[in-house]
């Protein structure tokens, strides 16, 4: 009697045993399961749907060349539509019911950061490509990851370090939105300048999002003297602002957020847009006559021959190069592959870079921040050309985690 | 505060209400014929934007791509009537309002999904720039916009005051069971109310196309328009120009003095007071049922 | 009789079946059922203002955000147990209610609407206005805490809280509804005239509409920030009031079936739109567009009508 219980006893260890390192939720013997989630609908949606088509034409080149040791990845993709309660859903979705390995995360901030907890209490991986929420690397969790999008100080430090040396401006104006992105953006910059670089900000003017005229502000503007003006808002009021700059005669270099380094503003603005500087996630954008990108760009028109002007965008770049961040993560995982290996696995990515179209990932077993590197364009012509100044300061921010 | 600034305060505060003005018209004219709170103009007006845009990229010039899109934008607002506001016209008011934001929905989804969230614009038509006036810039764009509306007024008054059919559509918004009995057909009179609405809706989305740029959220402008409809007064025509000016003014001037906190507010804050003062604002007539 | 048998046999299916509800359903249909349940909160509320008493309100959704933010800065930052939040939430979202039902209660049709929007948009504006008290536009995460021992986070309690608020907001509703302040609502929905020659003051019944449904939406944004854990403007906005009032407008006006229907159904059809993607929004508008055409009085409304032919016998001689 007691032979059978002790028996029945370790058998059962065993098979827990043996389902805990054998079946990790979502990996079977050649099938890799990803739950990925962003805005599809609404008017973010362009973020949501460059994200699962860039991540689905990587996942589908991934699996032609046989996948990652042996398995090959599916993709369940779903909407969030932009909003917290959303995102939560699919998330449990993803994970209780579709059953994923992990969550490619190709939403914005608010959604992202609404389904954080839930994450770690299930205790699953999340890569983050797109949000820049600090919440997503810090606090640090060993299961949370951000890719190809940088953290909000970070932009704090490198426009400081470029409008003070690179445009060697001596009195600056910021110009932001009311929203949490460009203030935050806006208030970063006016920090670092002032006390990195000793750098007068000679105007500060507000302005809400949605604003359709912008006059108030650029006679501000224009007073203060400023040699450098810097804009953070959205391509639409950067367009309209940037119009009414030039009919009220401010002379002054624009130096835009990174919201406005994207071909809709160039569009928009047209010959207004002459001469704007700002920082691009990527080291080329869509549309730039670049040959690898080039390349990419008529691979994916290929691959999705009947979408929209406009596509693809910076989303379905960094989606696209995230996944191939994230199959070799998998693939230094190894064969035995479940969430810690995968956590190992990423953290073994130093200096990482599929191509040429994507910026190097690091991650450190102390933070999880991919991409701290972001490359400076000017609009030239009408498109966004890089400009190739480099900034010689490191980043304060990994300090955090020492 | 100098004159200059001032002034250049002053003239964008009437450009900016330049906008509000046309798309208060295009509110009003629907509520004057039926005592329909159209939600889905702000959408119209994309709708004209959008049309303007294809039709420019037609390479068709611009003295043909404007009467086009605005026809498009009458044949719209024909079809809508027609199609959908017809059948629920019995409804209670409240079904006619969600109505018409679901219109708004169906044209704003089905645009997002052809063009998605991408900003285009089309050129300034006016074949010259910005030029100064005593100090001044004057941007010609909002000048060609004050003027199209002010001739707007002036053929629409001429039309309600002359026009059989204008006189029809006064007498549908008094009474309907009255002018049934005139031997008008209410059902004719009401479509062609939202045709005209629908197309001064376009008439806005093209004038404003170069100057705010074309995006699915253009609509957004109809919160905004609904403030300047009260404060014109719902039931009149040049009550919507002046509310719109006039709230072009105070965001302007309060964003000027006070920061943008108050630019937000204010409109708002400005609404509440006419609705508990003087509900049918500066020109309205209709009195309010009250109980 | 039979009705009343009918009845209890329901009530005590649906009890039965909220009992075990969190044993058997998976996490995700549970966070479901929790949403719908709270939407059903919400529905009620609003049918008490507009389906039974007749004034349009598009702000029912900043009621709900003066609940969820109110509960979520009591959470987050006083040591009060939950009940106590919660009921400081209501009490504030009431008073919502009186604010805007105070000066509203001359007005009606789309003066009334334009009252209510602008309500809206000044709650939207302040809460972005004070980021650092309501995290503005970046959101605010509800922090967890405990109830009666439990972690707030467990699911099972959570449902249950939220399945009794739901079930004590349809009992109060259905009782309101018989009471002499429900057909006060309904004289004023049928004809405002008649109601004030009859003796009622119309003008404070509209004011306590407005106060009971706030209330109701009140008690739903806690409970909401319970069961999401974050919250942002964006949720409590204009699409948000209009879903709302689609889930009444469909369901049908005025009835707390309708009310349960509207929110079953429109709560779970973007669930069951998953599948199309980026149609999603159109696909759901068209619904909504074609209901108010084809049933406009509502789901309910086509259910009764199925159900009541005409006897042949009684019509005509």
């Known amino acids: ?402 | 505060m100098t004159i200059t600034i001032a002034l250049q305060l002053l003239i964008a505060g009437l450009s900016v209400g330049s906008i509000y003005a046309l798309v208060a018209l295009a509110l009003v004219i629907p509520f004057k014929a039926s005592s329909i709170l159209n939600f889905a103009q702000g959408e119209l007006v994309t709708v004209g934007a959008y049309a303007a845009l294809v039709l420019t990229a037609l390479a068709l010039p611009y003295w043909v791509v404007l009467p086009v899109t605005i026809l498009i934008g009458f044949v719209v607002g024909l079809f809508i009537e027609r199609a959908m506001i017809r059948r629920i016209m019995a409804a209670p008011e409240f079904t006619l309002v969600i109505a018409t934001f679901a219109i708004g929905l169906i044209i704003k989804s089905a645009i997002r999904l052809y063009w998605q969230d991408n900003l285009f614009t089309i050129d300034n038509p006016l074949p010259f720039g910005s030029f100064r006036v005593a100090g001044v810039v004057l941007n010609p764009q909002y000048l060609w916009v004050i003027f199209c509306t002010t001739m707007l007024v002036v053929c629409l008054a001429w039309f309600f005051k002359f026009n059989p059919l204008g006189k029809a559509m006064r007498a549908v918004s008094q009474s309907q069971e009255a002018a049934r009995l005139m031997g008008v057909s209410v059902e004719r009179v009401l479509m062609i109310s939202w045709g005209i609405s629908s197309a001064i809706g376009a008439l806005g989305g093209i004038l404003l196309a170069p100057i705010i740029g074309i995006n699915p959220e253009v609509g957004h402008l109809v919160l905004k328009a609904l403030v300047a409809a009260v404060i014109g007064g719902f039931t009149s025509l040049p009550g919507a120009v002046v509310g719109g000016l006039l709230l072009g003014l105070i965001e302007t001037y309060s964003g000027a003095f006070f920061g943008s906190t108050a630019k937000n507010i204010l409109p708002f804050v400005v609404l509440v007071v006419f609705l508990l003062v003087r509900p049918y604002g500066l020109f309205g007539r209709a009195p309010l049922v009250r109980i | 009789m039979k009705q009343n048998q009918q009845t209890v046999w329901m009530i005590l299916a649906l009890l039965i079946a909220a009992g075990i509800a969190p044993w058997v359903l998976p996490t995700y249909y549970l966070y479901l059922l929790n949403l719908i349940l709270i939407n059903i909160i919400l529905a009620l509320g609003l049918n008490v203002l507009t389906g039974n008493s007749g004034q349009i309100s598009l702000c029912h959704s900043s009621f709900m955000a003066i609940g969820a933010y109110t509960y979520t800065l009591l959470n987050n930052h006083s040591q009060l147990p939950m009940l106590l939040c919660v009921l400081v939430a209501v009490l504030l979202a009431s008073v919502g209610g009186i604010l805007v039902g105070y000066p509203a209660r001359r007005l009606s049709g789309i003066y009334l609407a334009l009252a209510t929007l602008a309500f809206l948009s000044l709650t939207q504006i302040l809460i972005e206005e004070f980021p650092d008290l309501t995290g503005g536009i970046r959101g605010l995460k509800i922090e967890p805490s405990e109830f009666l021992g439990w972690s707030m986070g467990n699911e099972t309690m959570l449902f249950y809280i939220v399945a009794i608020a739901c079930g004590f907001c349809l009992y109060i509703t259905a009782n309101m509804m018989r009471s002499r302040i429900g057909r006060a609502f309904d004289a004023i929905r049928t004809s405002p005239h008649a109601a004030q020659a009859l003796g009622i003051q119309v003008a404070q019944v509209k004011l306590v509409a407005f106060t009971i449904s706030a209330a109701y939406a009140g008690l739903a944004g806690a409970l909401f920030s319970m069961v999401v854990g974050f919250i942002d403007p964006v949720e409590f906005g204009v699409s948000a009031s209009l879903r709302y009032i689609t889930f009444i407008v469909v369901g049908g006006m005025g009835s707390i079936a309708g009310s349960v229907i509207g929110a079953v159904v429109f709560t779970g059809l973007p669930e069951a739109l998953r599948g199309i993607k980026e149609y999603g929004d159109l696909v759901y508008s068209a619904i909504l567009l074609l209901s108010l055409i084809f049933m406009p009085n509502g789901l309910v409304g086509l259910l009764r009508a199925r159900k009541s032919k005409p006897n042949a016998s009684t019509v005509g001689h």
């Open chain 1, 1 to 402: 009697m007691i032979k059978k219980l002790v028996g029945l006893g370790l058998a059962s260890i065993a098979a827990m045993l043996f389902a805990s390192t054998a079946s990790a939720q979502g990996v079977t013997k050649d099938e890799i399961l990803i739950g990925g989630f962003g805005p599809i609908t609404g008017p973010a949606a362009y973020i949501g749907l460059g994200g699962r088509d860039g991540l689905t034409m990587a996942i589908k080149e991934i699996n032609a060349a046989g996948g990652v040791n042996g398995r090959k990845f599916r993709l369940i993709f779903e909407d969030d539509g932009h909003s917290p309660t959303r995102a939560l859903g699919a998330v449990k979705k993803l994970i209780d019911q579709d059953k994923v390995f992990m969550i490619f995360c190709a939403a914005g901030s608010n959604a992202t950061v609404g389904t954080i907890d839930y994450i770690k209490a299930q205790q699953r991986v999340m890569y983050v490509s797109f949000a820049s929420a600090p919440a997503v690397t810090f606090p640090f969790s060993s299961y949370l990851f951000r890719g190809a999008t940088t953290e909000v100080p970070r932009y704090g430090e490198l426009y400081s370090e470029f409008i003070a040396e690179g445009l060697k401006a001596k009195k600056v104006a910021v110009m932001n939105g009311r929203e949490e992105y460009p203030k935050n953006e806006g208030n970063a910059l006016a920090t670092a300048l002032k006390d990195v670089y000793k750098v007068d900000v000679a105007a500060r003017a507000e302005f809400n999002i949605g604003d359709k005229d912008f006059t108030p502000q650029l006679l501000a503007v224009k007073n203060s003297g400023a040699e450098v003006v810097a804009f953070f808002g959205n391509p639409a009021e950067a367009a309209i602002a940037m119009r009414q700059a030039r009919e009220l005669g401010l002379k002054q270099k624009f130096f835009v957020g990174a919201t406005m380094v994207d071909k809709s503003f160039t569009l928009a603005a047209k010959e207004n847009a002459e001469g704007a500087t700002g920082f691009s996630l990527i080291p080329f954008l869509p549309g730039t006559p670049n040959p690898t990108l080039q390349a990419w760009e008529a691979k994916w028109k290929k691959e999705y021959p009947n979408l929209p002007v406009g596509r693809p965008n910076v989303f379905d770049v960094m989606a696209y190069t995230d996944m191939y961040v994230l199959a070799e993560a998998i693939k230094r995982a190894g064969p035995d592959l479940n969430t810690k290996s995968l956590i190992a696995g990423l953290e073994q990515i130093k200096n990482f870079s599929s191509s040429p179209l994507a910026a190097p990932i690091t991650f450190t077993n102390k933070h999880h921040i991919g991409n701290l590197t972001l490359t400076v364009m000017e609009v030239k012509g009408g498109n966004w050309q890089p400009v190739g100044w480099k900034p010689s300061r490191p980043s304060e921010i990994l300090k955090r985690y020492e």
